[in-house]
């Protein structure tokens, strides 16, 4: 059940957001994006933009980088007749392969196997190889360092001008820029929960948690906020409820449009909306007469 998807929002954004949904191909771990990650069709678009050609250019070069990486290993690994860590390697790419989906944290063992890799290389090349990468890994944290604070203080008048029952509704698993001081209504930390083995009971019981997480955030918080429950996400909406097989309410009824509240917030790719006090009273009563219906 742990699938994710990354999804961009903006499709004139060079980044795209990377949200952790665990279903389809990937979405964003809370707020974390990974640009470096964007793939050669990703990097070789940001070639393109004026703006962002060294970035494109940058990119290119860790993927080739990386590459070579690999064979310079597979070489040595094969010259040393060291089979386990082929068969290592190949036992960390085979959950991807066959799942289909680039999950980052299912690569969690792959620096064990460079590590045993390089403990049989040469110190000069490992020294080397560990500086270029490490200059890459950091020119791409001061990056993203630079970038968040920017959010953050772009953000920090919306932020103050909600209180702590302010609710923001997501399908992640939390806003998409640290400091929120409201409460969060998050579908996949509600609909992944377990607290039984038993997945009929499991369904069941999340989905009258996911309910009554609804209706605390459209009836009890004095404004609502949402960066994905949209119009224009509703695909990936509904296809997180169907994958969980939460039917407990009709999710389009969530969903924000312009007719429904007003844009407050819109930098770099991050949009936030607001529900208008009327449409969130509306969403209020349609949510307290629903009943939940676990039946698929």
Known sequence: ?????????????????????????????????????????????????????????????????????????????????????????????????????????????????????????????????????????????ARDVARDRKLARDIAPLYESADTSACWLTTAWGPPIFGWPGWTCSMSQVLTDAHTDQVAAMIDENNAAMMNSFRKCFCDSTAVYTDDVTELSKESVVALANYYRFAGFDLTKLLWNPQRGTTAFDRDGIVTYMYARPSQSEICDALKSATTNTSR
Not at 55 to 76: C, H, N, P, S
Not at 110 to 122: D, H, I
Request: net charge positive; charged share 15%; aromatic share 10%.
């Open 1 to 141: 059940m742990y699938c994710t998807e990354i999804a961009s929002r903006r499709i004139d954004c060079p980044y795209g957001s990377v949200r952790s949904q665990r279903f389809r191909s990937a979405r964003r771990e809370a707020s974390s994006r990974f640009p470096d990650n964007r793939g050669f069709t990703g990097a070789i678009e940001l070639l393109s933009h004026g703006a962002t050609f060294t970035e494109g250019a940058t990119a290119i070069g860790g993927l080739l980088l990386a590459l070579a990486m690999v064979a310079l290993g597979a070489v040595a690994v094969v010259r040393r007749r060291d089979w386990r860590i082929v068969i290592a390697f190949a036992g960390i790419l085979t959950l991807p392969v066959l799942r289909g989906y680039a999950y980052l944290k299912l690569y969690g063992l792959m620096p064990v196997v460079v590590a045993l890799v390089a403990a049989g290389s040469p110190p000069a090349i490992v020294f080397g190889a560990g500086a270029i990468v490490g200059t890459f890994n950091a020119s791409y944290l």
